[in-house]
């Protein structure tokens, strides 16, 4: 291929990628080796939103624990933490004022907030968006967080209604994995060094050039 | 008894009805203002056919003034068919004695005791001695007052006066009338025992005992057909020589003195104003009837409301009357039915009044949550026979002692330890004893469970506790019980159960004062395949006290209209109109989903969800009508078992609402087989 080439399918490459993410997903980046970093929550997340298939919660919480992936081994169900910074209410609300019900937007909730913020879904329609995970269910996720009510209970997330609540821990449900931070990116990196690589060439072709 | 009375007796004393001439054969129909209808046997007292008395007169006449020779179907048995005998006896002895007297002063000792002996081998022949008797419709229904009907309904009493024949004394109450029926159908026969022909005496003269038996056999085959067929019995052709036969044995072998032990005991009953005044004979002194205080009717605690009675068949429930009236509970006072006969009369059932008026009292059956260690007593009131530790328990019986502070007590099993505990007062409850999970199986099935039929014959399944006949099953059938449902103060136990694609309620035992669970269906093992009676999200159940399923901590909707307007009231703000994700057989719905104090306040503690009542119309679910879009309509609530959901799924084209535990009536209805 010639530099000319190269540079140009880089370039239509990086538009498609670009082309492809709506304005609500602007912060999801495929970094590759079936990882999602969301460039907002700082996360990372398994690109496969449905590895496993339906789990209890307690098989879901060792699956995430025990995965390696990528070359980490700190995956875990994603959270819910307090939105009022103090303690879980799970009482029903819809503008997110509580950690149950629809809209839980915040950061608070790692679900909510991929669901409705980074992907851009709304409640009435669910999994409308699935941006670049695969095989995001439209049905009922697990979180890690156990119920402050009852210790037979965790929170859940509705990817169908966009709803968090709790179940019973015996209900089997879909989990994705998710780590905190992000990951070195191969396409980047072989972007990198293609990119050094072809300044290098271009370099020793404007010599090789000059001779020519 | 057939016969006309033709002429009026004048006896000193006695004022017996004016009777009517001779008259034709009314076409009285079969069963003629019969209805309760029972069974029974032929042996003293239980005659196979009895209907309800209060078509002729009211039952406080007869308890107030009969009691003694009520036969009581609930004591079945050798001690209280010996008991009625005895106390029936003296008062035939009596009632015989003093009418012959009246009508033929000069009689000796001789002609009393044949004509008592006839008297006596009559009431055998026609009747068993049967009057009287409190007598189940059905396995697990109310004992009621019956009286006892023979010959297809017509022939009415111990005496069996037929209707017939007698139409017009029979509608004025002397088939009912215990000793109006004697006395008017006394005369008959007594005219058969002065008009016996020499001609049929077969020779044998006063005084000698052929010829007192010849009077009584002449005076019973004109009882039986007439006064023309009075020497009948001489003819061993005669097509009713089997009745006459039969009364003969009566007469030789004194069949009746087998259940008397004191052939002098004396009457309990007043004989003589009943046998004279008849309904006019003085009733017995109440206590008064006024607003505010406890009332008692026969078994019955009752207090007024407004102009109305409303009552619990026994008094131990008196306590919870205290929803529908303040009255002081301290002392009961007597009131006999005839006071309350121009009210209103509502009889409750304990099970719904109490849990209704009684915030958390505890469902029998429902499983209920022990905070602490407490005694347990032998009685309400007896002596500690164990310590209860904390945890979880089934309901087998509840009292209420107090309408003002509401204490309640439950009865329990703990190990091989039956007793009650003392579960505080309207203020404390919460803390000791709370709605609970079951965590293992109870002395009796809880929802899901599987008992297996112990019957010998079929046992009946029906529409409704106690109602329509579906069908019957065979000893050893199993079934999954869906629901439970108790009646009355013996906490008649009915389950929903489903076998075959039917559902349907079967009669399971009583509870109180002993268990006769074993009698009906025992405990099983589930078959090889499964249905399921209620379908819960994973790890809840359905929950009889609730009706709703539920988990450790969350009642799943979706509630009724009336208690998501009750939780608004109690400022449950969003969360009582708030569709919650939930799965159900792997399906995501969407449902109310409320903790099980908020649905506890909201749905109320009645045996349905508040603004629900059973509905006879729909299996006996509760159902609440509901006014949806200006349209009136109705919700049937389950639970709804595996063949309904399925038909439901299928028929309506897999509709979200056939997983839940609420279906539109017409859809419910239309699926029922």
Redesign the interface.
Known sequence: MSPRKFWTTCCLAAAAIAATASPAQASLVDRGNGMIYDTVSNLTWLKNADSQGLMTWDVAVSWADQLSHGGFSDWRLPGVSPVNGLSLNL????DGSTD??INQTGLNSELGHLFYTSLGNQAATGVTQSGPFEALQN??YWTGTESP??P??AL?F?T??G?Q?S???????HAMAVRVGDVPEPATLMLLLLGLGAVALTSRRGKTGEQA | MKQLLTHTLIGAGLSLAMLAPAQAQNPTPNDWLCTGKVGGTWTHGRAPSACDGSAFGPDSFVRGNYAPLIFNDALNGTPERKRYMQELYATMREATSRYLLLRKPDAGAEEMASFQRGVFALLRQESFWSHYRDAQLAAGQPYALKSMRGDSGHGHGMMQLDDRYHFVPVGQGKGWNLMQNFSYSIEIFYDGWKKAPVSCLGGATSGDAEYWRGRSRSAWSAYNGGPTRICRWQNPADANVGKDNGYRDNYDNRLWLTDVADLTKATPIDVACLMDNGSQCPLPTSGGLEPGKLLKVGASACVLVGNDIECVDDMRDAACLGARASFDASQAVTVYGYEINGRKRIDHNRHQLCRAGVDGLQALGSAIKTSADLELRASIDGAVTATLPAGTYQVLDFELRSPQTQARYYRVRHGAVDGWIAAGDRNSHAAIASNATPLAAGTFAYPGEWVAVATTSNLNRRATPGGTLVDSLPNGTKLQVKELFVTASANNLYYLVEQNGKAGWIFAGNLYPASTLPNWVVPTTPPAVVTRHAHC????RYDIQLRHCA????AYGPFTAAATEQCAANGG???CT??????VDGR?L?LQ?W?KAQAGNARGNGDCPRGAERSAAHRFHCVEPVLRNGVAEKDVYGPFGTTLVNACLAGQANAAFCLGNRWPASAFLALLP
Request: no cysteine.
């Open positions: 009482a029903y609300s819809e149950g019900g049905y009922v009510y009852d037979e209970e859940h509705f169908i209604f709803e609540g179940s019973l821990k015996v209900n089997e449900y | 999200p994973p790890g809840t988990s450790a901590s969350s703000g969003a969360a708030a569709l919650r994700g939930v799965v995501a969407q989903v903790s």
